[in-house]
């Protein structure tokens, strides 16, 4: 039983176009976030969702929009994709506060050619 | 600027060896303190965290860390490798105030026979 699931794993597009990615969860949490991790291994956050309501919008282009249906998913997709996004996307859920676990999908790696 | 320091890009170890990684902030106030472990191809995982209370804080899979104020430091350590724990491992923080995670970039734990 996968706790923090996304689809799909790997994701290979061109220049332009628009892509999503899902993420749920089954842990029963509260909090989802978006990270983008680069090339370097650098991991940041891009956004956070409690309850459905967005409350980390970190500084992202606006391609990038986050959509939660309901509290067990946020899904996250990308108009126009650029090269630069090229990266391995992690959605993330916790308890509501940021000072709890975060639990960590497999991770979706885009590539933009 | 506010920061969360790893010098290591890359340690390598023998295995049964002890290890120590190392991570320094560079935070006004002391954030609360976490160390996450990257296996190849997966997402993250919580090793420790440190809030307050005794500065030796036990983790999962053998891990321990130290907090050290005037070092501004908070160094993780396992006193011998076994071959499973190559990986990245990320220090993080979340600073006063803030809900989000902030990372570290990693260190690479390469495990020599």
């Known amino acids: 039983d996968t706790a923090v699931s996304q689809t799909p794993k790997y994701l290979v597009t061109q220049m332009g176009n628009d892509k999503s990615i899902k993420c749920e969860q089954n842990l029963g949490h509260d909090t989802m976030y978006w990270y983008k991790q680069d090339s370097k291994k650098f991991l940041k956050i891009m956004f956070s969702y409690n309850n459905k309501e967005l409350i980390i919008n970190e500084t992202v282009p606006n391609r990038f929009s986050p959509k939660s249906p309901d509290k067990a998913h946020l899904n996250l997709h990308i108009n126009s994709l650029e090269l630069g996004d090229s990266a391995v996307y992690f959605c993330?859920?916790?308890?509501?506060?940021?000072?709890?676990?975060?639990?960590f999908g497999p991770g979706t790696r885009l590539t933009v050619l | 600027a506010q920061s969360v320091t790893q010098p290591d890009i890359h340690i390598t170890v023998s295995e049964g060896a002890s290890l120590e990684l190392r991570c320094n902030y560079s935070?006004?106030?002391?954030?609360?303190l976490f160390w996450y472990v990257q296996s190849p191809g997966q997402g993250l995982q919580l090793l420790l965290k440190y809030f307050s209370g005794d500065t030796l804080v036990q983790g999962i899979k053998g891990f321990e860390a130290e907090f050290k104020r005037s070092q501004s430091s908070f160094n993780l350590r396992k006193p011998s490798v076994h071959w499973s724990d190559a990986a990245e491992y990320f220090c993080?923080?979340?600073?006063?105030?803030?809900?989000?995670?902030?990372f570290g970039t990693g260190t690479r734990l390469l495990v020599s026979p």
């Open positions: 993080a923080v979340v600073p006063l105030g803030f809900q989000k995670l902030v």
């Open positions: 993330a859920s916790s308890l509501a506060g940021g000072l709890n676990e975060q639990f």
């Open positions: 935070y006004g106030a002391t954030p609360y």
